[in-house]
Protein backbone atom coordinates (compact mmCIF):
# COMPACT_ATOMS: atom_id res chain seq x y z
CA UNK A 1 0.00 0.00 0.00
CA UNK A 2 2.99 2.48 0.92
CA UNK A 3 4.46 1.60 -2.31
CA UNK A 4 1.39 2.38 -4.62
CA UNK A 5 1.18 5.68 -2.87
CA UNK A 6 4.37 6.04 -3.52
CA UNK A 7 4.19 5.75 -6.78
CA UNK A 8 1.37 7.48 -7.45
CA UNK A 9 2.98 10.18 -5.62
CA UNK A 10 6.16 10.03 -7.85
CA UNK A 11 3.96 10.65 -11.05
CA UNK A 12 2.03 13.41 -10.05
CA UNK A 13 5.32 15.18 -8.79
CA UNK A 14 6.76 13.98 -12.90
CA UNK A 15 3.62 15.20 -14.27
CA UNK A 16 3.59 18.68 -12.61
CA UNK A 17 7.55 19.18 -12.92
CA UNK A 18 7.27 18.35 -16.83
CA UNK A 19 3.83 20.92 -16.66
CA UNK A 20 6.20 23.44 -15.28
CA UNK A 21 9.23 22.65 -17.50
CA UNK A 22 6.30 23.23 -20.30
CA UNK A 23 5.41 26.22 -19.28
CA UNK A 24 8.72 27.91 -18.78
CA UNK A 25 9.92 26.61 -22.46
CA UNK A 26 6.62 28.24 -24.18
CA UNK A 27 7.42 31.47 -22.09
CA UNK A 28 11.25 31.89 -22.83
CA UNK A 29 10.18 31.24 -26.40
CA UNK A 30 7.58 34.26 -26.56
CA UNK A 31 9.27 36.43 -24.73
CA UNK A 32 12.64 35.71 -27.18
CA UNK A 33 10.16 35.84 -30.10
CA UNK A 34 8.56 38.95 -28.94
CA UNK A 35 11.53 40.58 -28.21
CA UNK A 36 12.81 39.31 -32.04
CA UNK A 37 9.76 41.36 -33.70
CA UNK A 38 10.12 44.54 -31.29
CA UNK A 39 13.70 45.00 -32.79
CA UNK A 40 12.90 43.82 -36.42
CA UNK A 41 9.87 46.62 -36.58
CA UNK A 42 12.16 49.28 -34.75
CA UNK A 43 14.66 48.93 -37.64
CA UNK A 44 11.34 48.43 -40.49
CA UNK A 45 13.57 45.89 -41.81
CA UNK A 46 11.30 43.35 -43.16
CA UNK A 47 13.43 40.38 -43.69
CA UNK A 48 13.41 40.18 -39.80
CA UNK A 49 9.92 40.57 -38.90
CA UNK A 50 9.73 37.80 -41.47
CA UNK A 51 12.59 35.56 -39.19
CA UNK A 52 10.32 36.54 -35.97
CA UNK A 53 7.20 35.48 -38.17
CA UNK A 54 8.74 31.86 -38.47
CA UNK A 55 9.73 32.17 -34.38
CA UNK A 56 6.28 32.31 -33.75
CA UNK A 57 5.20 29.51 -36.32
CA UNK A 58 7.97 27.48 -34.38
CA UNK A 59 6.03 28.33 -31.26
CA UNK A 60 2.46 26.99 -32.76
CA UNK A 61 4.11 23.85 -32.61
CA UNK A 62 3.74 23.37 -28.89
CA UNK A 63 0.45 23.45 -29.19
CA UNK A 64 0.31 26.31 -26.11
CA UNK A 65 -2.20 29.08 -25.43
CA UNK A 66 -2.50 28.96 -29.99
CA UNK A 67 -5.10 31.61 -29.65
CA UNK A 68 -2.14 34.68 -28.47
CA UNK A 69 0.42 32.65 -31.01
CA UNK A 70 -1.90 33.30 -33.15
CA UNK A 71 -2.71 36.98 -32.27
CA UNK A 72 1.56 37.59 -32.71
CA UNK A 73 1.69 35.87 -36.18
CA UNK A 74 -1.26 38.12 -36.99
CA UNK A 75 0.58 41.24 -35.62
CA UNK A 76 3.48 40.04 -37.59
CA UNK A 77 1.58 40.27 -40.84
CA UNK A 78 0.36 43.64 -40.12
CA UNK A 79 3.71 45.14 -39.36
CA UNK A 80 5.12 43.19 -42.51
CA UNK A 81 1.98 44.52 -44.49
CA UNK A 82 3.18 47.96 -43.62
CA UNK A 83 6.60 47.99 -45.43
CA UNK A 84 4.40 47.60 -48.64
CA UNK A 85 2.97 51.04 -48.25
CA UNK A 86 5.84 52.92 -49.00
CA UNK A 87 6.24 51.13 -52.40
CA UNK A 88 2.42 51.44 -52.66
CA UNK A 89 2.65 47.46 -53.44
CA UNK A 90 -1.03 46.81 -52.57
CA UNK A 91 -0.61 43.01 -53.48
CA UNK A 92 1.85 42.87 -50.83
CA UNK A 93 -0.71 45.28 -48.13
CA UNK A 94 -3.52 42.46 -49.34
CA UNK A 95 -1.70 39.49 -48.82
CA UNK A 96 -0.43 39.97 -45.00
CA UNK A 97 -3.70 42.37 -44.72
CA UNK A 98 -5.91 39.24 -45.35
CA UNK A 99 -3.25 36.73 -43.45
CA UNK A 100 -3.49 39.09 -40.38
CA UNK A 101 -7.52 38.74 -40.47
CA UNK A 102 -7.35 35.06 -41.11
CA UNK A 103 -4.95 34.47 -38.18
CA UNK A 104 -7.14 36.67 -36.23
CA UNK A 105 -10.49 34.98 -36.92
CA UNK A 106 -8.66 31.66 -35.39
CA UNK A 107 -7.20 33.44 -32.36
CA UNK A 108 -10.94 34.83 -32.09
CA UNK A 109 -12.30 31.33 -32.23
CA UNK A 110 -10.28 30.04 -29.49
CA UNK A 111 -10.48 33.19 -27.00
CA UNK A 112 -13.34 35.73 -27.91
CA UNK A 113 -12.86 38.19 -25.14
CA UNK A 114 -9.07 38.82 -25.97
CA UNK A 115 -9.58 42.60 -26.26
CA UNK A 116 -6.09 43.06 -27.99
CA UNK A 117 -7.01 40.84 -31.12
CA UNK A 118 -10.33 43.21 -31.24
CA UNK A 119 -7.08 45.99 -30.90
CA UNK A 120 -5.28 44.54 -33.58
CA UNK A 121 -8.13 43.93 -36.50
CA UNK A 122 -8.85 47.34 -36.19
CA UNK A 123 -5.32 48.35 -37.37
CA UNK A 124 -5.88 45.11 -40.08
CA UNK A 125 -9.54 46.13 -41.19
CA UNK A 126 -7.90 50.15 -41.54
CA UNK A 127 -5.26 48.51 -44.41
CA UNK A 128 -8.17 47.47 -46.30
CA UNK A 129 -8.32 51.21 -47.06
CA UNK A 130 -5.45 50.85 -49.57
CA UNK A 131 -6.84 48.89 -52.01
CA UNK A 132 -10.33 48.41 -51.41
CA UNK A 133 -11.60 51.63 -51.64
CA UNK A 134 -14.66 50.75 -53.21
CA UNK A 135 -16.02 48.72 -50.12
CA UNK A 136 -15.68 51.70 -48.06
CA UNK A 137 -19.14 51.41 -46.44
CA UNK A 138 -18.11 47.45 -45.85
CA UNK A 139 -14.76 48.14 -44.42
CA UNK A 140 -16.25 51.47 -42.36
CA UNK A 141 -18.37 48.58 -40.46
CA UNK A 142 -16.03 46.03 -39.75
CA UNK A 143 -13.95 48.82 -38.25
CA UNK A 144 -16.52 49.61 -35.81
CA UNK A 145 -17.85 46.43 -34.90
CA UNK A 146 -13.98 45.53 -33.87
CA UNK A 147 -14.10 49.02 -32.40
CA UNK A 148 -16.95 47.93 -30.13
CA UNK A 149 -15.75 44.30 -29.13
CA UNK A 150 -11.92 45.68 -28.02
CA UNK A 151 -13.94 48.33 -25.71
CA UNK A 152 -16.42 45.60 -24.75
CA UNK A 153 -13.76 43.40 -23.69
CA UNK A 154 -10.82 45.70 -22.67
CA UNK A 155 -11.91 49.22 -21.95
CA UNK A 156 -8.26 50.37 -20.51
CA UNK A 157 -6.34 49.03 -22.81
CA UNK A 158 -4.15 51.92 -23.96
CA UNK A 159 -3.38 50.17 -27.69
CA UNK A 160 -7.11 50.95 -28.51
CA UNK A 161 -6.84 54.44 -28.16
CA UNK A 162 -3.39 54.37 -30.22
CA UNK A 163 -4.28 52.71 -33.65
CA UNK A 164 -7.58 54.70 -33.00
CA UNK A 165 -5.83 58.13 -32.59
CA UNK A 166 -3.07 57.38 -35.68
CA UNK A 167 -5.80 56.67 -37.34
CA UNK A 168 -8.01 59.87 -36.96
CA UNK A 169 -4.35 61.44 -37.35
CA UNK A 170 -4.39 60.55 -40.73
CA UNK A 171 -7.68 61.24 -41.73
CA UNK A 172 -8.20 64.47 -43.24
CA UNK A 173 -10.28 67.03 -41.23
CA UNK A 174 -13.19 66.50 -44.19
CA UNK A 175 -13.88 63.06 -43.20
CA UNK A 176 -13.90 63.81 -39.65
CA UNK A 177 -9.91 62.99 -38.47
CA UNK A 178 -7.10 65.76 -37.93
CA UNK A 179 -4.16 66.13 -35.72
CA UNK A 180 -6.43 67.93 -33.07
CA UNK A 181 -8.57 65.18 -33.20
CA UNK A 182 -6.06 63.00 -32.84
CA UNK A 183 -3.88 64.32 -30.05
CA UNK A 184 -6.48 63.74 -27.25
CA UNK A 185 -6.78 59.61 -28.32
CA UNK A 186 -2.91 59.48 -28.16
CA UNK A 187 -2.70 61.22 -24.76
CA UNK A 188 -5.45 58.71 -22.89
CA UNK A 189 -3.11 55.93 -24.61
CA UNK A 190 -0.18 57.11 -23.08
CA UNK A 191 -2.08 57.86 -19.62
CA UNK A 192 -3.27 54.43 -20.00
CA UNK A 193 0.25 52.88 -20.44
CA UNK A 194 1.09 54.30 -17.07
CA UNK A 195 -1.37 52.55 -15.46
CA UNK A 196 -0.42 48.51 -16.51
CA UNK A 197 0.13 46.52 -14.12
CA UNK A 198 1.50 43.26 -16.11
CA UNK A 199 3.24 39.98 -15.10
CA UNK A 200 2.89 38.11 -17.82
CA UNK A 201 5.78 38.42 -20.34
CA UNK A 202 3.57 36.36 -23.23
CA UNK A 203 0.88 39.06 -23.61
CA UNK A 204 1.15 42.05 -25.87
CA UNK A 205 2.95 45.43 -24.38
CA UNK A 206 4.00 47.37 -27.74
CA UNK A 207 3.55 50.33 -28.65
CA UNK A 208 3.94 53.08 -25.82
CA UNK A 209 7.11 53.95 -28.01
CA UNK A 210 5.15 54.80 -30.74
CA UNK A 211 2.48 56.49 -28.67
CA UNK A 212 5.57 59.09 -27.38
CA UNK A 213 6.14 59.35 -31.50
CA UNK A 214 3.09 60.76 -32.21
CA UNK A 215 2.01 63.10 -29.43
CA UNK A 216 5.77 64.22 -30.63
CA UNK A 217 4.23 65.01 -33.88
CA UNK A 218 0.95 66.55 -32.51
CA UNK A 219 3.44 68.64 -30.60
CA UNK A 220 5.59 69.62 -33.74
CA UNK A 221 2.75 70.89 -35.65
CA UNK A 222 1.10 72.69 -32.96
CA UNK A 223 4.81 74.73 -33.05
CA UNK A 224 5.37 73.08 -29.45
CA UNK A 225 9.29 72.03 -30.32
CA UNK A 226 10.27 72.02 -26.27
CA UNK A 227 7.54 69.36 -25.77
CA UNK A 228 8.40 67.58 -29.01
CA UNK A 229 11.98 67.16 -28.35
CA UNK A 230 10.80 65.77 -24.63
CA UNK A 231 8.13 63.31 -26.57
CA UNK A 232 10.58 62.06 -28.69
CA UNK A 233 13.39 61.57 -26.23
CA UNK A 234 10.60 59.07 -24.15
CA UNK A 235 9.72 57.14 -27.18
CA UNK A 236 14.09 56.88 -27.83
CA UNK A 237 14.61 55.88 -23.99
CA UNK A 238 12.32 52.74 -24.85
CA UNK A 239 13.44 51.96 -28.26
CA UNK A 240 16.35 53.85 -28.87
CA UNK A 241 17.15 51.97 -32.48
CA UNK A 242 13.12 53.09 -33.85
CA UNK A 243 13.21 53.97 -37.45
CA UNK A 244 9.94 56.10 -36.94
CA UNK A 245 11.46 58.47 -34.41
CA UNK A 246 15.37 58.73 -35.32
CA UNK A 247 13.92 58.88 -38.96
CA UNK A 248 10.32 60.67 -39.86
CA UNK A 249 9.75 61.88 -36.68
CA UNK A 250 12.77 63.70 -36.31
CA UNK A 251 12.88 65.10 -39.67
CA UNK A 252 9.65 66.80 -38.95
CA UNK A 253 11.12 67.79 -35.98
CA UNK A 254 14.13 69.68 -37.72
CA UNK A 255 11.88 71.39 -40.99
CA UNK A 256 9.81 72.94 -38.09
CA UNK A 257 13.10 74.10 -36.09
CA UNK A 258 14.72 75.62 -39.17
Known amino acids: MKKTILLVLLLVSFGLNTALKADDDFTKAMVKAKQSLKTAVDKYDEKEMIKARGQFERILQLKKNT ?3 NYYLALCDYNISTTGMEKKDNDKIKKYTQSGLDLLEKSIL ?25 KMQTIIADVTAAEESAKKYDPTNPRFYLVKGIATYFTPAAFGGGIDKAQPLIEKSIELYGLIKNSD ?4 DWGLDAAYGYMAL ?16 KGLAISPDSKMLTGWVKKQYDEKAK
Open 218 to 233: CMIDAGKLPEAKSYMD
Open 67 to 69: WLV
Open 110 to 134: ERDNFGDAYVLKMSLEYNRFQYEMD
Open 201 to 204: ETLP
